[in-house]
């Protein structure tokens, strides 16, 4: 994950790890596409998960599914498409650069469901939609959009690899065990990183970062040859479930605006996967800018 440890820590640990021969390279691992959550799938789910689904596929040609499944107080984060439910709903029907999209992963945490997605238009794009869901109907939307490039160094692409979670008994410690990574690490910087990660199983998605402990010195060598900065400033969500958590920042690369989405897989209490969609954004929605 390119932007995950301060530079000077991460090669320092890792110039130590060479020497006393603790850097292995994680086993090679080869996904096949996985396929969209089909619609009879989704009927076994639970009501949340399927009022997500059915958000997120609705037709751009059919007003009634949105207004039926939208509460009257929504209130979209969109960057594209935000507003109050009839801001969204106009915004998003007439963007002529989708023409569906279609979920690859569900997970919920109480109320909040979280949609990984394949969207399918003037070029592909993946995205990950978040809604707190009550009464059977959607409050709030959060959303990070990204174009895809394809695969990255070991030939991971951006939405690949495990779709149903795990070990739901572990869903709170796995929370817990990512609110402290990305506030100690990503956000205050204190070091540690390396103590929560199993780089011999670590499989990376992000586009520019290959697998285990070798594909991560590479990207933060080639980050700081190119005077690349990452600054992650406010830890707006995490969720989980089970073996999946997804956490959503707001942050800086160099001096534009960005919002992280950051999904992880955790075995054994250690990440071992991790996606990522890294988005420009126009203005933060929480974090406050001090001169």
Not at 37 to 55: D, G, H, T, Y
Not at 243 to 258: H, I, P, Q, R, W
Request: one cysteine or more; glycine letters at 6%.
């Amino acid at each position: 994950m390119i932007n995950f440890i301060r530079t000077n820590i991460l090669i320092l640990t890792l110039a130590m790890a060479s020497v006393i021969g603790l850097v292995g390279c994680s086993k090679k691992v080869n996904y096949t596409p996985p396929s969209s959550i089909s619609k009879a799938s989704v009927s076994k789910l639970s009501m949340e998960k399927q009022i997500a689904f059915n958000f997120i596929t609705a037709s751009k040609s059919d007003v009634k599914v949105l207004d039926t499944l939208l509460n009257e107080s929504f209130i979209s984060r969109d960057q594209n498409w935000n507003g109050n439910k009839e801001n969204f709903i106009e915004k998003r029907n007439a963007d002529l650069s989708f023409d569906a999209i279609k979920p690859i992963r569900i997970i919920q945490d109480d109320s909040l469901v979280a949609v990984h997605s394949r969207m399918f238009g003037d070029t592909l794009r993946f995205r990950w939609d978040i809604m707190r869901i009550k009464g059977l109907e959607i409050q709030e939307h959060w959303s990070n959009v990204q174009d895809s490039i394809g695969v990255n160094p070991d030939g991971h692409s951006e939405i690949d690899g495990p779709t149903i979670p795990s070990q739901l008994e572990k869903t709170d410690a796995n929370r817990a065990l990512i609110a402290r990574f990305m506030d100690q690490c990503m956000i205050r910087e204190d070091g540690g990183a390396s103590k929560f990660f199993n780089f011999g199983l670590y499989i990376q998605h992000n586009r520019d970062v290959g697998d285990g402990l070798s594909g991560l010195l590479w990207a933060m060598l080639r980050m700081k040859r190119e005077g690349h900065t990452i600054k992650f400033k406010h830890n707006y969500r995490v969720m989980a479930e089970g073996n999946f958590v997804l956490s959503a920042t707001e942050g800086y690369v160099g001096d534009e605006k960005t919002t992280f989405f950051d999904f992880f897989r955790i075995e054994e209490n250690k990440i071992v996967e991790h996606w990522d969609i890294i988005a420009p954004v126009k203005n933060f929605i929480y974090f406050k800018e001090t001169n």
